[in-house]
């Protein structure tokens, strides 16, 4: 039975990983293989990276508000958080091959959509799309790849594939700017559809089915209700605490609805005869704690880089190019670090480089708390240089500590437990960092307002005054005297700084956390075992 598959490592030895057969031809090659599912998971990272760059334009031309922003985000987060481990299991049971290209066309059908959309909540809509499509999509990838590679080569594997998405992430702002600026919002989601086609071509000529003995057989349809809810409870919660309030009997009905649902879940799952998530898998210290960092790496990173966008365009007055040209140093040490870090933990395991990663992503996210509305260039590149260099072995390491550390006939759910505890973090740090920033914002903006002596606002206009300043936007009336306009933005932009510089900081504690979380870490057994395997 799949809930006895895992047991504490301690109790027993490791058992043989599966050598994979060799292939012959095209289909199932292993690099090949990589190749085909990169071009899939480089379409994801493509999306994320020019949604980000496409936010203001989205926000000005449907005249949406911060929330709603927020939404194009947070529907994606929540889509993918509740789906990604019952994706995870459909791979396990019906093959990873067959749910990465579903996964494949959905997303592009998906992205084509969003394109012909005319109003924010079609936007969403198709977002949210998106993100369940995008669910079947990673898992398979992660699983796909590991029935393929021998153990020994897992680590520079998931390297490439973090390159992968390290290099995407680098080409989207460039990319999106040059469409935002020169064509359309819209044209940025069409740019899905020419690479999903492709992906699509390549995974039915390369990829090769994979299945363990061990894969389960039946579904827990109880399991993935009772999870299904929790998740959902969890992250709606997170999403609506800043406009209900995080001390709103709203906020609390929800997180406790989430509470009781785990508590349910883990109930149900020690009893059923195949369960969604065995729960001995988190016997395993190494894979709890893979789980845990990878929440706290998204916190930090996805909360604080969805202020960016907004700081470098609306505070900094850049163009969509010229904020895409300024993250490259950012995603142009993922790319340079990613392939290093997976030689690196394929060296000397993922402990000394998860941690090091993470100290460099708490000092880059310390330094960036202390950025100023006239910031220069120079100063933004150092600290978007070492955030691209501490979370490049993040991205790796805690990857394969997960997926290395669960059973050949668990990859898909492991895989699942990887994005889903991105996904979980991601939408903790745009949650937790917006209210951050709004309640400083909130805070701040009426003793700055009164202090450049402005005329006064009425509590109407000060709140729609706050919420273009948690954008960045300075509230300037259309027929301000210049004077007053200078003032106005003076204003508005420190008192964002002064939300994003807070935001920064809890992210730089969080990073903090994260740095002793590393230690728990190793190696997984499977891939240790992997030592005698022929190579590729």
């Known amino acids: 039975m799949t809930s006895q598959i895992t047991?504490?490592?301690?109790?027993?030895?490791?058992?043989?990983?599966?050598?994979?057969?060799?292939?012959?031809?095209?289909?199932?090659?292993?690099?090949?293989?990589?190749?085909?599912?990169?071009?899939?998971?480089?379409?994801?990272?493509?999306?994320?990276?020019?949604?980000?760059?496409?936010?203001?334009?989205?926000?000005?031309?449907?005249?949406?508000?911060?929330?709603?922003?927020?939404?194009?985000?947070?529907?994606?987060?929540?889509?993918?958080?509740?789906?990604?481990?019952?994706?995870?299991?459909?791979?396990?049971?019906?093959?990873?091959?067959?749910?990465?290209?579903?996964?494949?066309?959905?997303?592009?059908?998906?992205?084509?959509?969003?394109?012909?959309?005319?109003?924010?909540?079609?936007?969403?809509?198709?977002?949210?799309?998106?993100?369940?499509?995008?669910?079947?999509?990673?898992?398979?990838?992660?699983?796909?790849?590991?029935?393929?590679?021998?153990?020994?080569?897992?680590?520079?594997?998931?390297?490439?594939?973090?390159?992968?998405?390290?290099?995407?992430?680098?080409?989207?702002?460039?990319?999106?700017?040059?469409?935002?600026?020169?064509?359309?919002?819209?044209?940025?989601?069409?740019?899905?559809?020419?690479v999903g086609i492709i992906a699509l071509v390549l995974g039915v000529v390369i990829l090769k089915d994979h299945r363990a003995e061990n894969a389960p057989k039946s579904f827990d349809i109880v399991g993935i209700v009772l999870l299904s809810a929790a998740m959902f409870c969890l992250v709606w919660a997170l999403i609506k605490a800043p406009e209900w309030g995080w001390g709103s009997g709203m906020t609390w009905t929800f997180i406790g609805i989430s509470v009781v649902s785990f508590a349910l879940f883990?109930?149900?799952?020690?009893?059923?005869?195949?369960?969604?998530?065995?729960?001995?898998?988190?016997?395993?210290?190494?894979?709890?704690?893979?789980?845990?960092?990878?929440?706290?790496?998204?916190?930090?990173?996805?909360?604080?880089?969805?202020?960016?966008?907004?700081?470098?365009?609306?505070?900094?007055?850049?163009?969509?190019?010229?904020?895409?040209?300024?993250?490259?140093?950012?995603?142009?040490?993922?790319?340079?670090?990613?392939?290093?870090?997976?030689a690196m933990i394929t060296k000397m395991g993922p402990r000394i480089p998860l941690a090091g990663g993470m100290l460099c992503t708490a000092i880059a996210m310390y330094g960036m708390s202390t950025l100023e509305a006239g910031t220069g260039s120079g100063l933004m590149s150092i600290w978007f240089a070492l955030l691209g260099l501490g979370l490049a072995p993040v991205m790796v390491g805690a990857t394969e500590v997960i997926v290395g550390n669960a059973p050949m006939e668990l990859s898909g759910v492991a895989g699942g437990l990887q994005q889903a505890a991105m996904q979980i973090g991601g939408s903790l740090g745009t949650a937790v960092l917006g209210a951050v920033m709004a309640s400083k914002v909130d805070s701040d903006l009426p003793d700055n307002w009164a202090e450049a002596k402005l005329p006064p606002l009425s509590e109407a206009q000060l709140d729609k005054a706050a919420?273009?300043?948690?954008?960045?936007?300075?509230?300037?009336?259309?027929?301000?005297?210049?004077?007053?306009?200078?003032?106005?933005?003076?204003?508005?932009?420190?008192?964002?700084?002064?939300g994003m510089g807070m935001a920064c900081l809890v992210a730089t504690g969080v990073a903090v956390v994260a740095v002793f979380v590393a230690f728990l870490t190793k190696r997984g057994d499977n891939a240790e075992a992997g030592a005698g395997v022929g190579h590729i």
């Open 467 to 498: 919420e273009a300043v948690q954008v960045g936007v300075a509230p300037v009336p259309p027929k301000a005297p210049p004077s007053i306009a200078d003032q106005i933005t003076s204003v508005a932009h420190d008192t964002f700084m002064s």
């Open 7 to 194: 047991v504490d490592k301690a109790d027993k030895a490791p058992e043989p990983v599966p050598v994979p057969a060799p292939a012959k031809g095209l289909r199932g090659h292993p690099w090949l293989t990589l190749f085909a599912v990169a071009i899939g998971v480089m379409m994801v990272a493509l999306d994320g990276t020019i949604v980000a760059i496409a936010n203001p334009a989205i926000q000005k031309d449907l005249g949406a508000t911060f929330a709603e922003v927020q939404w194009i985000t947070n529907g994606y987060f929540l889509a993918l958080a509740v789906a990604l481990i019952t994706a995870g299991k459909l791979g396990d049971r019906f093959g990873h091959r067959q749910t990465f290209l579903v996964g494949v066309v959905g997303f592009a059908a998906a992205s084509g959509a969003i394109g012909l959309s005319d109003s924010i909540a079609l936007v969403v809509t198709f977002r949210v799309l998106q993100g369940l499509f995008g669910a079947l999509l990673m898992p398979a990838a992660l699983g796909l790849l590991r029935a393929t590679f021998p153990a020994e080569k897992l680590n520079m594997a998931i390297g490439i594939w973090g390159m992968v998405i390290g290099a995407s992430t680098a080409g989207g702002p460039i990319l999106g700017g040059l469409l935002v600026q020169h064509v359309s919002w819209q044209s940025v989601f069409f740019i899905n559809v020419p």
């Open 266 to 342: 883990a109930v149900w799952e020690s009893k059923v005869k195949e369960p969604l998530i065995p729960l001995a898998l988190f016997r395993s210290v190494p894979l709890s704690a893979g789980v845990v960092l990878m929440v706290l790496m998204a916190i930090a990173f996805m909360g604080g880089l969805f202020f960016v966008t907004f700081y470098l365009q609306n505070v900094h007055g850049m163009s969509p190019v010229d904020s895409g040209l300024h993250l490259l140093p950012l995603t142009g040490m993922m790319i340079i670090g990613s392939p290093l870090a997976g």
